[in-house]
């Protein structure tokens, strides 16, 4: 039971460069979620997708894009990193209603120099 | 604004005492909250949850309180044992939120001394 498969678990990027995170579930959910995790600020949604073919911004979403490839997939994309995208950034997913809780993903460690 | 706040970083408690965590919560639309457990290098992971209709809710050692007056929830592990030593997010939802998504904490980091 794989859950949600998060990739790459390491980055470092340069300043401007891009990178695409991916993530993945098993478990047949429709709702997906990038959360990002920063010292003092808990955990801070990006983007979610209530269903396939749609997306939505949340409260950080600002130099991130979003693309629900298929049910299982849910990628987000930074097509210029900055500092301040240095972040350690989770993938969830769960059923519709937020009452069954999410199952997160390990995390994505991602530095930009 | 932060609308689920988590006041105190750390906590600190010897082994076999109470763990109270607490959380408050400014948006009375809320109606189910939470609590997610982190160990490092991990992913959270869904530890106990209340729904607004109640006051409390209990899973073994682990016990839920809400306030809805105070808006205020509380976790409390009675025994604490070295293993929960983990950092503990709460989060709310409106169960009309579109998707469903969560609003978390800031996090508490509890550390269980042997």
């Known amino acids: 039971n794989a859950g949600v498969t998060q990739t790459p678990k390491f980055q470092v990027l340069k300043t401007g460069q891009s990178m695409t995170l991916q993530c993945a579930q098993d478990?047949?959910?429709?709702?997906m979620y990038w959360y990002r995790q920063d010292p003092g600020m808990g955990l801070r949604l990006i983007y979610y997708s209530a269903s396939e073919g749609t997306t939505d911004k949340g409260e950080v979403p600002n130099g991130y894009n979003v693309s629900r490839l298929n049910k299982r997939e849910f990628s987000l994309r930074l097509e210029s990193a900055a500092p301040s995208q240095t972040s350690v950034y989770f993938c969830a997913s769960s059923e519709v209603a937020a009452t069954y809780g999410y199952t997160f993903g390990s995390g994505t460690r991602l530095t930009v120099v | 604004d932060q609308q689920v706040k988590q006041n105190s970083p750390s906590l600190s408690v010897q082994e076999g005492r109470i763990s109270i965590l607490n959380c408050d919560y400014t948006n009375s639309m809320f109606d189910y909250f939470l609590w997610y457990k982190k160990y490092p290098a991990e992913g959270p992971t869904f530890l106990i949850s209340?729904?607004?209709?109640?006051d409390k809710n209990e899973d073994g050692r682990f016990t839920v309180f809400l306030n809805k007056s105070a808006k205020h929830l509380s976790l409390h592990i009675v025994p604490s044992q070295p293993g929960d030593s983990a950092v503990y997010f709460c989060a709310a939802s409106g169960i009309y939120n579109q998707g469903g998504k969560l609003i978390f904490g800031q996090g508490t980091e509890l550390s269980v001394k042997p």
């Open positions: 478990m047949n959910h429709n709702s």
């Open positions: 209340i729904s607004s209709i109640k």
